[in-house]
DNA sequence: GGACCTATTTATAATTG
DNA sequence: TCAATTATAAATAGGTC
C-alpha cells in the first residue's frame, strides 16, 4: 500500500493511528531533547479533545519564552490596511488548507522518486509533461515568498502596536 | 551504530543531528495531523536558541486551548474586535515553518529532474503501475500544484508591486 | 483498549564526493 | 562545509489475540 498523506477515513483505523503515531512523535521529541539538549513543547488535542503534552525542561516556560517573542515590534509603514487585509487572507484557513494541500501532493510526487529508481529504462518523452511543471518552480520563488510573508507579518504586527494593541500571555490585548 | 539515547558529546555532530530530527519531528506532527485531523502545537527552541514552531490548526489557538485547560476562569475579553482576534493568530514563525518545510520539499522534487536522466528506454508494457500514478497526477494533481504555487506566488508579487518593487527573472527590483 | 506479530516503509548516522 | 548516498535501526499499518 502506498501509504500516501492523507486523512484515514476509516473511523477505527484513524483512532488506532492516532494513538501510535501520538506515541511516535512524543518518542521523536523526547529524543530530540535529549540527543541535542533543544528545548521543546508539544499540544496534542486529539479528534475527540483530548489533549496531550510534552516539554522539556518544563512545558510552560516554553510557551511563555515562545509567545514572549510574539511580543510585536518595528516601525510603522503607509497605506497599512492594504498589508493587514492581505495578511488576513495570507492567513487565513485557507492558506493552510492550501499548503496541507500542496504539502499532500508534494509526498506525492516525492514517491515517485523512489519508484524512478527502479526504472532502467529511458522514457524520456513520456516524461516531459513532468519535467515542465517541475522546472517551473522556481526555488527563487519560493523563497520570495517565504521573506514576503514575513515581511507582511511584521508590518501587521506593528500596525497593532500602534493602535494600542499588546500581546501578552498568547493573547492581544487593547488597552 | 547504536543510536543509544543519550546527549551527543560532538559539538558539530550534535548539531547535525538536531537539524535533522528536528525536521523529522515535524514532519512525523504534520504526518499526525493531516491522517488523523489532530491538532497540534509544537514549539522547539535549538541549543543555540533559535526557536521554530509548527502548528495545525493554529498554533497560538492551540497554545491558548491548552493553557487555558491548565488554567481555568479569566473570561476573555468581551468585545474583541476582529482585528484582535486575527492577530491574536498571527504567527509568523508557523508559517515560515510551514513555507519551510515546503521548500525543503521543492528541492527534492526539483531533483527529480535529474533522476529521470537515469531512466533508459521503453516502459510500455512493464510498468502499468507506473504509468497509471503518473497520468493521474498529470491531469489533476500536478496541475494542481502548479497552480497553487503561481497563485500564492501572485499574492505575493502584487505586493512587492505595490511596494514599488518589480519582479524579473526570479529578483526583486527596487522603483 | 492494549500487547504482541511482521512485512514494509521511513528515518537517519555515518560516509562519500 | 554541504549534498547525496547507503547501511542499518526504527516506525508503523494491518493483523491476531
Not at 25 to 52: C, D, H, Q, R, W
Not at 85 to 114: C, G, H, I, V, W
Amino acid at each position: 500500500m502506498s501509504t500516501r498523506l492523507a486523512k484515514i477515513e476509516n473511523q477505527n483505523n484513524r483512532q488506532v493511528t492516532f494513538s501510535k503515531r501520538r506515541n511516535g512523535v512524543f518518542k521523536k521529541a523526547n529524543e530530540l531533547v535529549v540527543m541535542t539538549g533543544a528545548e521543546v513543547g508539544l499540544i496534542v488535542f486529539s479528534p475527540a479533545n483530548k489533549s496531550y503534552s510534552f516539554g522539556h525542561p518544563n512545558i510552560n516556560e516554553t510557551i511563555n519564552k515562545y509567545v514572549g517573542e510574539e511580543k510585536p515590534s518595528s516601525p510603522s509603514s503607509p497605506g497599512i490596511d492594504k498589508y493587514v487585509e492581505m495578511f488576513r487572507k495570507a492567513n487565513s484557513r485557507e492558506l493552510n488548507t492550501r499548503l496541507n494541500y500542496l504539502q499532500d501532493q508534494l509526498e506525492f510526487a516525492l514517491n515517485l522518486k523512489s519508484k524512478l529508481k527502479e526504472i532502467n529504462k529511458n522514457v524520456e518523452s513520456q516524461q516531459e509533461w513532468f519535467r515542465d511543471p517541475i522546472e517551473k518552480m522556481n526555488y527563487t520563488e519560493a523563497s520570495m515568498l517565504k521573506e514576503r510573508l514575513e515581511d507582511l507579518l511584521l508590518k501587521v504586527k506593528s500596525y497593532g502596536t500602534e493602535r494600542g494593541y499588546s500581546y501578552e500571555n498568547g493573547r492581544w490585548k487593547h488597552e
